[in-house]
C-alpha cells in the first residue's frame, strides 16, 4: 500500500512538473511585452500622469508593434516593424490629427536618437526575469556619466528584434532598455510577458492617415515630448 502511494505521489509531481514547463513563457514566439515608462529630463509643461505611462509590444511570426497611447484620448505613437515586407511604420495619433511615415526596416523610426556613439559592453552577468533567463549589457554615452543596465533574452523566438533600434548588436529581445529622445532619456523595464494570440489585424491600421516624411514626423513627435 505505500509503494503504492508513493508511485502515485510521483506521478502527480511529474505531471505537475511537465505541465508547468509547457506553459513556460520561454521560447514563445507570439504574445505580448508590458513595459513599464520612466520619463529623465523632461521639461514640458503637462503633467507626466498624462503621458504614455506604459508600452505594449505584440509580436508574431517575427511581426512586432510598439504601442504607446497617452490615458487621455485616443493620442499615441505606433511603429510596426515588418522583417517580410522590410519595412518600419510610424503612426501618430495627437489631436484628432492622424500621420503616418514609412521608412526601411533598418532605420530607426522617427524620435529616437540613433545614439551612433553609445558604447555598449556585454558582461557575463545573466539572472532570471519574469520567468526568462536573461542576459546583461552596459550602455554608455560618451560625454556624459550616463550608464545604463540593459537586459535582454534569446527565449523569446523574434528575428533580429532590435534591427531598428539603436541596440543592434544586442543579440535577444531587450526586457529593460532607454531611449534617447531630443535632450530626454525615456527608460523601458517589463513587467509581464504574455503567451497569447495575437490577430494578423494588429499589424495594419485601418484608420486613414496621412503620409509625411521623416522631417515633419521627427517635428511632430519632439513637440508631442516637449508639451
Known amino acids: ?40 529630463g523632461r521639461v514640458g509643461s503637462i503633467p507626466i500622469e498624462l503621458m504614455p505611462g506604459s508600452m505594449v509590444v505584440k509580436f508574431k511570426d517575427s511581426k512586432t508593434i510598439f504601442e504607446l497611447t497617452s490615458p487621455i484620448g485616443n493620442n499615441g505613437i ?3 516593424i515588418d522583417p517580410h515586407e522590410k519595412t518600419v511604420e510610424t503612426y501618430i495619433r495627437m489631436l484628432g490629427m492622424k500621420y503616418l511615415y514609412t521608412g526601411s526596416i533598418d532605420e530607426v523610426p522617427p524620435g529616437i536618437d540613433p545614439m ?12 532570471e526575469i519574469l520567468g526568462l533567463e536573461c542576459k546583461h549589457a552596459i550602455a554608455e554615452l560618451p560625454g556624459s556619466d550616463f550608464r545604463f543596465d540593459l ?3 534569446d527565449e523569446i523566438a523574434i528575428d533580429d528584434p532590435n534591427y531598428s533600434t539603436p541596440f543592434r548588436e544586442i543579440d535577444g529581445v531587450l526586457i529593460s532598455f532607454f531611449y534617447r529622445m531630443g535632450e530626454m532619456i525615456v527608460e523601458f523595464e517589463a513587467d509581464g510577458v ?7 489585424r494588429d499589424f495594419h491600421m485601418t484608420d486613414k492617415f496621412r503620409q509625411i516624411s521623416r522631417d515633419d514626423m521627427d517635428s511632430i513627435i519632439s513637440t508631442m515630448m516637449s508639451l
Open 1 to 40: 500500500m505505500k509503494s503504492k502511494t508513493v508511485f502515485l505521489t510521483s506521478v502527480i509531481i511529474l505531471t505537475c512538473l511537465t505541465t508547468c514547463k509547457k506553459s513556460s513563457v520561454k521560447d514563445i514566439s507570439e504574445g505580448e511585452i508590458h513595459y513599464n515608462i520612466i520619463y529623465n
Open 78 to 80: 505606433s511603429n510596426i
Open 116 to 127: 551612433p556613439d553609445m558604447i555598449l559592453n556585454k558582461t557575463d552577468r545573466t539572472a
Open 151 to 153: 537586459w535582454y533574452t
Open 194 to 200: 504574455y503567451m497569447r494570440p495575437i490577430d494578423d
